[in-house]
Every structure is written in C-alpha cells, then in structure tokens.
C-alpha cells in the first residue's frame, strides 16, 4: 500500500516509511492511495471475533504485506492487552437505541490510548528491525502527552520528549505523564502556553539539524496515520456488537483535530453502513460553523471544561477535504493557502458532499453540565464532559429512532472532576485501581524557559546515545 499526500506534491510512501513521519514535505498529510474495501459478507462473518482479532481485519490491508501476519497479531493483542476490560471497547445502554461506546478503558483513561499504545508497539517493531533510533516529540495540553507516554515507555530506540504548558494542565494530567520514570522518557514543562509548546514542535520538525548524526523526529499527533488507522477498528466493533451490518448504525463523536471522526468517514467508505456520523463540538466549533454555514475560519481560542477539543483548526479535515475535492492535491493547495488568511469557503459541491456525510452540533459548558445531570438522574452513568457533548449533539441531530446511536466515550469522568462536580456531582469519581496511588508517586520533568534554544539545547544533552 503506498501512501499519498493531500497536497500532491511528495513522494509517495510505504507503510512502514509513513508511520515514521510527520507532515509531508509539500505540508499535506499522508493518506493511502487506495481504501480497502470490504463486502457486507465479509463484514458479516467477522461476527463474534475478539476486538483484537477484528483489529487484524482492518488493519491488515493498510499494512498490506510490510509486517507478516504473525507479527501484526502480536503487535494488536500486545497493545490491548493493557486495558482492563476484555471487551476492550464495551458499549452501555443509555436510552432507547442510544449507546456509549467506552473507549477510556486504556492506561490513561482516554481513547487516545487504543491509538498510542499500538502506534508504539508498532514503533518499536519497525525500529528494532532496522536498527534504528527516533525521538519523538510533541506538545501536549493533556490527553495526548500522556498516551504517548505510555506508549512508548518500552521502547529502547526512542527517547519521546513531550512539552507541556507549565502549571497549565490539570494535575491528574501532569502526574499521568511525569510520573512515568523510564530512562527514556523526557517531560519539559515549557514556560508559556499550549500553542508555544506547538509552535516549538513545528520548528523543530521544519528544522532537525540540532539532532544528533542519523536521526530524525516523528510524530505523534493525530497526523501520524497510523492512529487514524488504529481507530477505524472500534466502529466495526461497535456495528457488529449492534447487528451490523445487516442493519446501519449512526455514531455521534467528541471532536477536535478530527482524527476520531475522520475514522469513522473511513469505515464507512470501506463498506461499513453507517448512517449518520455527528460532529460534536463545544465553544471552538469552526467545524460546525463550516458544515452549517460554511464558515471555516479561525477564532480566539475559548478554555472550556472539555479542554480535549479546545481546538481553533481541526488539522485532519484536510484529509476529508481531499477526498471532497475528488483528491486533487492541487485544489487543496490552493485551498490551504486561502485558509492562511485565516477563512476558506468550500465550493457548493464540497459543500453539499460534506452535509451529506456530517451532522454538526455546538454545546457550550452550560449546556455539557447539564447534560452531565440529566444523564446521571436517568440512569446513573456519569459522563465525562466531552463524552456529554456527544451524547447531547446525538440528541439533538438524531433523525431516525430505529437505527442505533452509539456515543463515542472519550475519557473517563475521573480525569475531568471540575465539570462533574459542577454538574452537581458532590464527591470526585473515583480513579481506577491501577491509579489510585497517582498522588504518592515520585514525579520528574524539566521546567524550561519559552526559548527554541533552550529546549533544544536539553534535548541534546538528555538524548541517549
Ligand atoms: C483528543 C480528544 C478528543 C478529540 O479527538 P480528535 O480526534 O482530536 O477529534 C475528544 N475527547 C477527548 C477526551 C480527547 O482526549
């Protein structure tokens, strides 16, 4: 399988090439060339299949021959092995036809985990076989930082430097990444906020000669593929535990950089019934404002109390972009640079493509808060607050009753206590077993100044040999 870039203008790349990098030179993201596409009979047969042996159908098309089966097996039941639940993704019953999908089961209790802790197995497979070292970096505002970490822990061929704002996440957050006291894990707590830390990344991505002799940062955002890939597997999960494909299923997502939703896009276009995918959004909500009024344009930066999707650009758009402009790299180009002015507008079609594929709905923090209450009063389950605001835009842009709703759970309400408490919660739920001593342990990161030198300087003397 190679793999292409949105903006037309690279080289083409293996599998295992672009799992090992960033942007594209020309600035796109990487996509594959071709989707697999896979028949309601096959799909139907997967009945039954663990999420680990169903993650190996989906995934192995991607890999397409790079990684003998044996190995991708291992790598799959490897990364979910540390969950703890069996189910790995359980669905819960919240109103008629409606359903979460809990995908905060994972060791830092958000659904970045099912990515990351493939992503690394993965990382260190490819590495070991060529005999190769990376160093991966990434500014965090939370969920991210710490998934990562947890990642990459074992892998001897990286050293994994993750900056976060100083003073500037939630505790649970910061002791969920510095806590982690791997020789090769490296916590910068950057004086300055979360688009400094970005800002330092992207230089030093664009520039990587302050590295040592043979080697080369990646990335491990979402515009890393193979996170996006990972998490095409838990809506056939999901449909299939919900009597798919024999019937559609509709799913509703929390969304920021939308590299969760855009899985869901490609599920579908690989052949699974999907009827509708809701893009749920709080205040920063330039994906609702372009598919309700085509209005993509950035701005000010809103800290809310789901501060996963505090986003003012949902970078992984450009990826349906590209396949709403018929996957002309060119189109998209001149698109991008349009949106440097800081606003773009899709043409009609785009437009109209985009609305058949989307929903989109918009909840500020009052309106999560109460969906919190409301939620726990009828059933009590108590939602996370960007879990809520999928439950809430599912609610609100659900067109049939029949069809299952599945909500994408995002995190676990431990991680968030200020919304819950708020929503009327007088105790802070409980973190699971495995955390319960997260404020006893020895914690270590570098606290550093707002300076590219600086930081660069550290990463020198802290890279292993
Ligand atoms: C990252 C994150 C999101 C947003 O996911 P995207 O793929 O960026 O759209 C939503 N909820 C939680 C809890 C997250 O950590």
Redesign the pocket.
Known sequence: MKYISTRGDAPSLTFEDVVLTGLAPDGGLYVPETLPKFSQEEIASWAGLSYQELAFKVIAPFVAGEIPDADLQGLIDKSYATFRHDAIAPLVQTGHNEWILEL?QGPTL???DFALQFLGNLLDYILKKRDQKVVVMGATS???GS?AIEGCRHCDNIDIFILHPYQRVSDVQRRQMTTVLEKNVHNIALKGNFDDCQNMVKASFGDQSFLPEGRQLVAVN?INWARIMA?IVYYFYAALALGGPARPISFS???????????GYLAKQMGLPIDQLVIATNANDILHRCISENDHSKKELIHSL?P??D?MV?S?FERLLFDLYGRNGASIKQLMEEFKSGAMHLSDEALVKARELFSSYRLDDEEMIQVIADVFEHTEYLL?P??AIGVQAARKRRRRQDIPMVC?A??HPA??PEAVRKAGQTDDPALPHHMADLFDREERYEVLDNDLSVVQKHMQGNIRA
């Open positions: 905060f958000a659904f970045k939370g969920d991210t998934a979402s998490q997502v929390p969304t920021g950089n939308f590299g969760d939703i855009f899985a789901s996963s999707m986003i949902s992984n996370d960007h879990t994408l995002t995190a991680k968030f």
